[in-house]
């Protein structure tokens, strides 16, 4: 077992995710499966290989810094789940 | 008329046979009578089709020159944003989200007078291989209601195969391009990594998705690239390079040309009735006068392993913005604004994505990452190099798409593993970033049998040479679900 229900409640946390005991137990197991199979990239040596971050080019895009219009601010809005004058409305954060 | 391909469709369109508005609506009877049973689409904008049809039929009337798409109804998969459409994602989580922008491709195909019919369902943010994941209705395959279409595309493959559609978008991270058009009967390509921009495509995994099209044909393919292929600013991984006319690829002759076949793609796991089909497929290819190489990808092997952690690694990153405050779900009862993100994260993801998620916060935490992500960036540049060296020797290397042929609807859907491995040949073309096509090779019992051919990169022209010589001496393209 390389997950235990410990482990998956404090990956859960830290994903901003909850679940019951029962999807616990299940999401542990399927870790465990997935990981399991995933060991295999133990027997490769990578003893002096480099990373690659993407799939073939990976260069700096680089372009003039120039103002422009940006989205409508209603717009953008009209897919917030609340708002209020402008704004998107969160609960109080701050005591 | 649903059963023609889009070159087909043109013609008739050229000739005055048929007029935009009349085809357009056709396209919008075969989707009332067929989509109960198939499920591919999410959303109809009947209005704009419509709309769009009329314009171009009056720029016709007004003897105007139209491009090769114009007035040809289509569909996009619903993770690629339609400025005004809603964009789910077969989410409950963007369930409400209507995109405020075009994606690059979507403008792409407004600039050639696509008519859009709508948006078509998928695995939920494009994680599955079945399109049982969609948060609103499973998408079934045309050729058995019974069975899956393949996924995550499941919905752009399945209305191309039924004829609810002369052509869609998809996405492929690992696959989700190729399978679904494999277990459909139809075409799809997953272009180089870069040769198509990603800007309104909702991200899963940066560094793997691609968006491409499904077609009935080859032929169709090289001219649906064409239009939606591109440099484009707002994707600072897109290639500065010019798009080939992929239609100059057509009616080719493949004689010389060199053509591997991975050992490795033939072993333990691949269905017998699947491999004789492709072995079949490989002596025509060599009928034709290609050079039939066999050739070893050792590392191929590993390659969903590394997908596994490095595609859920990204997504956890990814889908952490889906956070209930400034657009999708929020849920309505919670505590303060942590709970705020948790809740509505618990009640707006299905399983398979906080499965994904779950796996790639783990792989990326203190302690692990090591272990597994940066382990997994390494193993990939040795997949890369693999890949790099076997087209020093062949010009594409060919393959079974899927190991099987459409499975049933819930056969594979309380395992995940099993699940995963029905893109065993899809998912290390996305690791590399080389350009892949899947092209109808056979059938099984009634159910399509794909080949996948894969290019250098940014080779996809000799994609479309070799798919389209293998398409004028078989009929597979030409079969039609009997729905």
Redesign the interface.
Known sequence: ML?TIR??E???K??????TEEQKQR?TE??N???N??E???E?D?EN?????????VEN?L?EDVVKDS??RD??L?????SQDGF?K????IE | MHTKTLHEIRELINKGEVSCVELTKNTLDRISSVDDKIGAYLQIDEEGALNKAREVDEKIRRGEEVSFLAGIPMAIKDNICVEGLKTTCASKMLQ???S??DAHVTKLLKQNDAVILGKLNMDEFAMGSSSENSAFKKVRNPYDLERVPGGSSGGSAAAVAAGEAYYTLGSDTGGSIRQPASLCGVVGLKP???RISRYGLVAFAS??DQIGPFTKDVEDCAHVLKAIAGYD?MD??S?KREVEDYTKYLNQDIKGLRIGIPKECFAEGLNEDVRREIENAIEVLRRLGAEIKEISLP?S??A???Y??LASSEA?SNL?RF????????AKD?E???D????S??QG?GDEV??R???G??AL?AGYYDA?Y?????????I?NEYKRAFEDVDVILTPTSPTVAFKIGEKSNN??EM?LSDIYTVPI????VPAISIPAGFVGGLPVGMQLVGN?FDEGTLIKVGHAFERETEFSKVRPSI
């Not at chain 2, 956070?323 to 929020?330: A, K, V």
């Not at chain 2, 996305?430 to 970033?433: L, S």
């Open positions: 997950v482990d998956v404090y990956v859960a830290l994903a901003r995710l909850e679940f999401f399927d870790l499966g997935i990981l199979y995933v295999m990239l133990n490769v990578t290989v480099e990373i690659s971050i993407g799939a073939y080019r895009a372009r989205f409508n717009s953008l009209k897919n917030a789940p609340d998107v969160v609960p109080k954060v | 409400n989200f209507v405020p922008y180089t990594y870069g560094s793997l600013e600072s991984t290639a590392m092997k590993y969903l392993a590394v596994y952690i956890s952490a956070d209930g405050i400034r657009y999708g779900y929020r919670f303060d604004v942590v705020l993100y948790v809740k994260r618990s993801f906080k499965r998620i779950m796996l916060t783990y935490s597994y940066k382990k997994a960036l390494k193993v990939r540049t040795l890369i995940p593993l995963y996305n690791i590399a970033g990169y």
